[in-house]
Nanobody, 116 residues
């Protein structure tokens, strides 16, 4: 497995917004469903959202209505727009091409910290 490259994290106050990006080789990007995961301190990694090659999306209940996943086929990236951020969104965010039971190789992730 080839890890993907995440970016865009940072420190934001509750109610703020961040946009995360994930870059992949073009052939991999076009061939796979892409997933965003996160892992909060002391917690297990959990699915945040995914998007298929046809554009179908799904979201965890905890982020639905606040987060939006999208693909930019020209740039071979998948993004996660995060609005109305809450302290409980604090986590390291990862992208991956596999469902969690199959994902073995993880990138460094990008840290999102929501705090006043």
């Amino acid at each position: 497995q080839v890890p993907l490259v995440e970016s865009g994290g940072g420190l934001v106050q509750p109610g703020g917004s961040l946009r995360l990006s994930c870059a992949a080789p073009g052939s991999i990007f076009r061939a796979n469903v892409l997933y965003w995961y996160r892992q909060a301190p002391g917690k297990t990694r959990e699915l945040v959202a995914y998007i298929t090659t046809s554009g179908t999306t799904n979201y965890a209940d905890s982020v639905r209505g606040r987060f939006t996943i999208s693909r930019d086929n020209a740039e071979n990236t998948v993004s996660l727009q995060m609005n109305s951020l809450k302290p409980e969104d604090t986590a390291v965010y990862y992208c991956n091409r596999f469902p969690i039971e199959m994902a073995k190789n993880w990138g460094q992730g990008t840290q999102v910290t929501v705090s006043s």
